[in-house]
């Protein structure tokens, strides 16, 4: 089975930028993967904030954007705020349309 | 708007046997996919299991296939799961969310708490 690794902690300053990675044991990920990103906030369900790469629910706020870069799925954020600290999973979708979710990236708002 | 609740949570012994449900409102159920996701205390999301608009098409985690099963009712705007054989590795909290492989994934429940224990 495919594992999704993402980094497991990443600390940004309240106003800056960050991007999060997402990669796959099979190899390089591509929009053919319909990479997800999803925010869970502590005591909170998941919520999805991009799927299909690139693409945005009504909910997501503007700063979050989606992307593939390089081999790895990527979400930015641009401007922080103290409340876009949470965990942020990664979603592929492996051969066969098997779902396989990465690890989670705790973010620090600090 | 659009509400998953999820119910039928609970203690349960191992070997034993639990049925989660799903009440949707405010989406057009029956056009939709939907998927049981889990989340075991403290880890990471688990894509359990997905079922399509006619029940048709199934799909299960190795993990639980030929132990869950998944099913739906149209007309009562409900999803379930049945969990047969339970371990203590199934305790988690258990999400019922729309979407999955060919619909795009939005609308999540709140989750529902499932403890395998002696």
């Known amino acids: 089975q495919a594992v999704v690794t993402e980094e497991p902690s990443l600390t940004v300053s309240p106003g800056g930028t960050v991007t999060l990675t997402c990669g796959s044991s099979?190899?390089?990920?591509?929009?053919?993967?319909?990479p997800y990103w999803l925010q869970q906030k502590p005591g909170q369900a998941p919520r999805t904030l991009i799927y299909n790469t690139n693409n945005k629910h009504s909910w997501t706020p503007a700063r979050f954007s989606g992307s593939v870069l390089g081999d790895k799925a990527a979400l930015t954020l641009s401007g922080a705020q103290p409340e876009d600290e949470a965990e942020y999973y990664c979603l592929l979708w492996h051969s066969g349309g098997r779902p396989v979710f990465g690890g989670g990236t705790k973010l620090t708002v600090l | 708007e659009v509400q998953l609740v999820e119910s039928g949570g609970g203690l349960v012994q191992p070997g034993g046997s639990l049925r989660l449900s799903c009440a949707a409102s405010g989406l057009t159920f029956s056009s939709d996919m939907l998927s049981w996701v889990r989340q075991a205390p403290g880890k990471g999301l688990e894509w359990l299991s997905q079922?399509?608009?006619?029940?048709?098409?199934?799909y299960f985690e190795d993990s639980v296939k030929g132990r869950f099963t998944i099913s739906r009712d149209n007309a009562k705007n409900s999803l379930y799961l049945q969990m047969n054989s339970l371990r203590a590795e199934d305790t988690a909290v258990y999400y019922c969310?729309?979407?999955?492989?060919?619909?795009?994934?939005?609308?999540w429940g709140q989750g529902t708490l499932v403890t395998v224990s002696s």
């Open positions: 079922i399509s608009s006619s029940s048709s098409t199934m």
């Open positions: 969310v729309r979407g999955g492989w060919g619909q795009v994934v939005d609308y």
């Open positions: 099979t190899g390089a990920v591509t929009s053919g993967h319909y």
